[in-house]
Each structure stands twice: as C-alpha cells, then as structure tokens.
C-alpha cells in the first residue's frame, strides 16, 4: 500500500471481532515500532504484548471496574485479541544525556523543554497503528485510567521505572464500526493549523 494511503486511512478502530491476528504482523508492527526516533538515541521504550486470551483478560480485569457493566466501546475493545502497552523510561533518557558525548553532568530533568521519552514513545505507537493500516487490521490507541495504573502494573510486574503511555489494541475490524469523535466533529483544515513564516 502506498504510504499516503496508509495514512489517510489510519482510523481508530473500536470494535473488534475475536479473529486472531497473525503474529507475524505484531512482529512487523514491533520492528517498526522500535524504528521511530529518539532524543539521543536512547530508545527509552518498551512494549508488553499481550496477545494470549488470558492476558488480555487481565489487562482488561486491572484496567475497568468488572463489577461494572461495559459500554458499547468497551465491549467492542475487549474482543482485540493483541493489546501493546507502550512504556516509557525517564531513566533512559536522563542516563543517555549525562553520556560524556552528551556534554550534560548530571540527570536534571529541567534541562528538558517536553517529555521526550513519552513524545517518543508516542511516535512508536504511531507506527503500529500504521502498521496495522498497511497490513489489513484495525489498531486503537488508548490511555489506561490514572487510578487503575498500579493495578496493571501489578498485573503484569511493570517496573517502576518504565511508565505506560498508552496501549494499541489490534484486530480485525467488526463491521458495525463504534464512530468516535470524527463522527461529529470534522478534521480542521490545513490553513487553521498551518502558518507559514510567523503566526
């Protein structure tokens, strides 16, 4: 597919049917992931795949209130049969950056106008989602609760110093598609987002 397609088709998708996703294309979509730039080079990512039933389960166990009853995207986004936590590692970056080919001697992190290692552990998801596109599936990006965060963590052993971002579901897209918010709200043109020269 070419790239600009790709693109223009990247959609969340948050209704799913339970067909099984190919492994090859999580591994695909990985290698591409690990693709994506980073200050430094400090690749200060990681990436829990959880494409087991009983996996993606618990995910699902530590991440929603199962006392409550799912809504319609909730139980469209349960039936994604691979689910990629994407995490973030400050440590990585303030190491690389007290690197003696860094110029910096020590770990502030003032010294860092954004958090790249969350910017660049976004750019990362991005390419999955891409990726998905350009191999027939669908993918979602979505965030995890703050207050259920220690409970997925726990779930799964995070450590400490890696910090979910996000999680990219993945399957097949079901055919009664949950609309989001592109359903009422249009794409805002190019020339409102876009200046040239000055604002």
């Known amino acids: 597919m070419e790239f600009a397609t790709v693109v223009r088709r990247r959609r969340m998708v948050r209704n799913f049917t339970e067909e099984r996703v190919d492994p090859e294309i999580v591994d695909r979509a990985l290698a591409h992931a690990v693709r994506a730039p980073s200050a430094g080079f400090s690749q200060g990512w990681a990436f829990l795949v959880l494409d087991q039933p009983a996996d993606v389960d618990r995910f699902w166990n ?7 009853e799912p809504d319609a995207w909730l139980r469209g986004m349960r039936r994604a ?14 190491d690389r950056y007290s690197a003696p080919d860094k110029g910096w001697t020590d ?7 954004a958090p790249y290692w969350d910017i660049d552990t976004g750019m990362a998801a991005l390419l999955i989602l891409l990726t998905a596109v350009d191999e027939g599936i669908g993918g979602c990006f979505f965030g995890i609760p703050p207050d259920r965060t220690g409970d997925v963590r726990n779930a799964f052993g995070i450590p400490g110093d890696h910090h979910p971002i996000g999680v990219v579901a993945l399957g097949h897209p079901a055919e009664d598609l949950v609309r989001g918010s592109t359903a009422t709200r249009p794409r805002r ?11």
């Not at 530590?62 to 409550?68: E, G, H, L």
């Not at 043109?189 to 604002?199: F, N, T």
């Open 107 to 113: 770990r502030d992190e003032a010294r860092w106008p």
């Open 62 to 68: 530590a991440s929603t209130d199962p006392d409550a």
């Open 81 to 94: 049969p691979v689910l990629i936590v994407a995490l973030s590692s400050k440590a990585a970056y303030l």
């Open 189 to 199: 043109p190019l020339d409102e987002v876009v200046h040239r020269g000055r604002w």
